[in-house]
């Protein structure tokens, strides 16, 4: 056997064997993961509470006890009009925390321009692109760019367009991403960020969330996760 023809089964017994987290903020989420992965072993599935605090605080406990290889955050989430629709699926390029930083009578600074850190975590390119090509050869809808985490989920117009004129490149929002790339980083641990989509980022209307149709799609979504990460 050449080199080469080693080191890629040697990658790929790796892969087979690997560990992944996968971390939910609420039930209903996690178990519709855990119907799309069907029992696959390399899938431990548990609850990270919503909002980046828990999430990051429950990631840390579970990563310090025992060993993964890929920590992913998943869910449903809200995503931006003209980006990502009700029943999208959308992966992360960034996972930024969108409400990091300070307000001022000029806008908003990041914790970056104030000079204490980054409100930005990169996902593991090689596991991004290998999901992002595996997830757009279905038939899937799926889009692809940052998803910004917020304590506080929007609820006007004005605030929907402060952060879309902020992050054009943004798809989608949602509660827990930063808190469980954090974690994951702090492991030395690569992390992705999946999420369906269940409302748009607007005027709030909870009554117009579409959680039963975003959690089914979740299941597809896992139910292909399985198959690309393969
Ligand atoms: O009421 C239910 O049955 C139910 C079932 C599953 C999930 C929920 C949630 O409310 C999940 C909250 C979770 O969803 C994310 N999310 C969804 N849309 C948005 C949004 O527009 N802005 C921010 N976050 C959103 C978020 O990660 C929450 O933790 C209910």
Redesign the pocket.
């Known amino acids: 056997m050449d080199t080469l023809h080693k080191k890629k089964k040697s990658i790929r017994s790796k892969q087979k064997d690997q560990k992944i987290l996968v971390m939910t903020?609420?039930a209903?989420?996690r178990d519709a993961f855990l119907r799309g992965v069907n029992g696959d072993p390399r899938f431990d599935v548990r609850l990270a509470g919503?909002?980046p605090a828990a999430a990051a605080a429950n990631t840390a406990h579970i990563l310090s006890g025992d060993g993964y290889d890929l920590v992913i955050s998943s869910?449903?989430?809200?995503g931006f009009a003209h980006r990502a629709g009700v029943g999208s699926i959308v992966i992360a390029d960034k996972i930024i925390s969108a409400d990091l930083g300070a307000e001022t009578g000029d806008g908003f600074l990041s914790i970056d321009e104030l000079g204490f850190g980054s409100a930005t975590i990169a996902v593991d390119e090689y596991r991004f692109a290998e999901v992002a090509a595996g997830m757009k050869k279905s038939q899937l809808p799926v889009h692809t760019g940052s998803i910004l985490t917020?304590s506080t989920?929007?609820g006007t117009a004005a605030t929907a367009a402060h952060l879309t004129a902020r992050y054009p490149d943004a798809v989608a929002?949602?509660?827990?991403g930063f808190g469980v790339a954090q974690a994951a980083y702090i492991f030395q641990l690569p992390a992705i960020e999946i999420r369906t989509i269940?409302?748009l980022?607007g005027p709030r209307d909870r009554s117009n969330?579409k959680?039963t149709e975003a959690?089914q799609l979740l299941e597809q979504a896992s139910s292909l996760l399985k198959e690309v990460l393969s």
């Open positions: 903020a609420v209903a989420e919503v909002g869910g449903i989430a809200g917020l989920i929007t929002e949602a509660m827990e269940s409302n980022v969330w959680i959690l």
